[in-house]
Structure formats: structure tokens, C-alpha cells
């Protein structure tokens, strides 16, 4: 079991593109979403790897997460069930110092939405923010991918 440490804020600004070292096409889908603090994923990456990810509750900064590889053909088999609660997005990992940032940039009904996360390896260390962040949303529901992948119109 990994203790999940993360951020998320909102971007606000273009600064952090000269920082992509990778890009990745990720499709998520969630089997259950938030029943006594426990989330069910299923992730594929660039339609080639599958993952199976369980979160707990926990605070809005920490939870523990479980996360295994899985076969394309059956994260592909998962995916279908679940029923549309899914969102699509493009994630660029940056070349950024004070944690494992990235941008998730969202599709489909979510255009337009552009979240910045860093894990961190403390929930106390120190973290000189970018001037391109926006407002912090860690710990709010209306942005968590599970909320995102379960909201019909698109509109948060």
C-alpha cells in the first residue's frame, strides 16, 4: 500500500508547457465512487496499458491507494463497466522540482478544463507554487475525477 499525497489547482496560465518531458492519453472509468470513502478505477494509458486503482477516504491531501497493472483487454472489459461515468484527458508530466507534477488537460464534455496535481512526499513540505496556478481545489469533490467522470453536463 502507497499514502497518496496530492494537491490539485486549477491552471491558470501557459508557463508550464516548456516543462513537458512526456504526454499520455488516459481513459478513466469508475466502478464505485466515493461508498464508505472507497473509489474504484480502472485507467487505461495510451490505450496500450490498464490499471486497476482503489482509493480510500482519508483526508483531501492523503489517502491510501492500491494500484496494479492489469491486461489491455481486460481494463478495456472494465471500462465498458462503467456505464459512462468515465472522463477522457491528455496528461503532461512536467520536468518541475518540489514533487511529481502534471497538467491534465480534459476532453470530451469536460473541454476546456485544465487541472495542475503534485504528489508530494509529505503532507508539511515546503512547495514554492508556479506563477501559473490558479485557485487550489485539493479536497474539493466538484473536482475530483470521480465526481468529474459522473457529471452528465459538463458544467462544473
Known amino acids: 500500500m502507497a499514502i497518496e499525497i496530492e494537491r490539485k489547482f486549477l491552471v491558470a496560465g501557459d508557463g508550464w508547457r ?9 481513459r478513466q472509468g469508475y466502478l464505485t465512487t466515493g461508498g464508505k470513502g472507497v473509489t474504484v478505477r480502472v485507467r487505461t494509458v495510451d490505450d496500450a496499458r490498464g490499471f486497476i486503482t482503489i482509493k480510500s477516504g482519508g483526508s483531501a491531501l492523503a489517502r491510501a491507494e492500491f494500484e496494479y497493472e492489469v491486461p489491455i483487454a481486460d481494463a478495456r472489459q472494465l471500462l465498458a463497466l462503467s456505464r459512462g461515468a468515465q472522463i477522457d484527458k491528455t496528461r503532461h508530466n512536467l520536468d518541475l522540482g518540489g514533487g511529481d507534477w502534471v497538467v491534465d488537460e480534459f476532453h470530451g464534455r469536460h473541454e476546456g478544463l485544465w487541472i495542475a496535481e503534485v504528489e508530494l512526499e509529505s503532507p508539511t513540505g515546503k512547495l514554492d507554487l508556479p506563477a501559473w496556478l490558479g485557485d487550489e481545489v485539493t479536497g474539493d469533490p466538484q473536482y475530483y475525477n470521480s465526481s468529474l467522470a459522473m457529471l452528465v453536463g459538463g458544467e462544473i
Open 18 to 26: 516548456g516543462l513537458v518531458r512526456s504526454s499520455e492519453a488516459l
